[in-house]
């Protein structure tokens, strides 16, 4: 069964059926209180650099290389340990990636949920995965830059790469 990971803005009210919501930008969303903010966790580690951020400028023209690049940031350091905590969320239950994009297709939280949605089973208490399957920046390389889903599940409606 696929985990249950979903992408929303962080501005739409709370649903029930959000289960853990996950604030996945680096900056605090303009115009949020944080008294207002209904989030449970927010993983500053796992965005874009400020230096790729910058660069993609939400640009649907540029979000096969965003993917690439992004996708590249989440396989080393902090970063990865951010994704591992994030896929220990989705073993858990549903969880809601939260962002402040306009264009939630074209955001980071769109390749987050993807790559978790092919998140192979949790760890075993030993550290071995459970199925053999790695990490999730182990298998990134597997999202289409053009429209950012699993090249194993085909691609989005209007895809060049289909």
């Known amino acids: 069964m696929q985990p249950d990971v979903r992408v929303r803005r962080v501005y739409e009210q709370a649903e029930p059926q959000d289960g853990t919501r996950v604030l996945v930008d680096r ?5 949020l209180r ?7 966790e927010w993983a500053k580690d796992v965005a874009p ?11 649907p023209a540029k979000f096969g290389e965003f993917c690439r690049r992004y996708t590249a940031e ?11 905590r994030l896929g220990a ?3 858990a239950g ?6 402040a994009t306009h264009d939630v297709d074209h955001s980071q939280a769109a390749v987050l949920a993807q790559l978790l949605r092919q998140q192979p089973p949790a760890k ?4 071995a995965d459970a199925a053999g ?17 699993m090249t194993t599940e085909g691609h989005r409606p209007g895809c060049s790469s289909a």
């Open 124 to 127: 075993s208490a030993e550290g």
């Open 74 to 84: 989440l396989a080393q350091g902090t970063p990865r340990d951010a994704l591992d």
């Open 27 to 31: 900056l605090w969303p303009r115009g």
């Open 34 to 40: 944080k008294d207002a903010a209904r989030f449970d």
């Open 133 to 149: 399957g790695g990490e999730a920046a182990c298998w990134a390389h597997l999202v289409c830059p053009e429209c950012g889903a």
């Open 94 to 99: 549903p969880v809601t990636l939260l962002t």
């Open 49 to 59: 650099s400020s230096e790729l951020r910058t660069w993609y400028g939400h640009d």
């Open 89 to 91: 969320l989705v073993a």
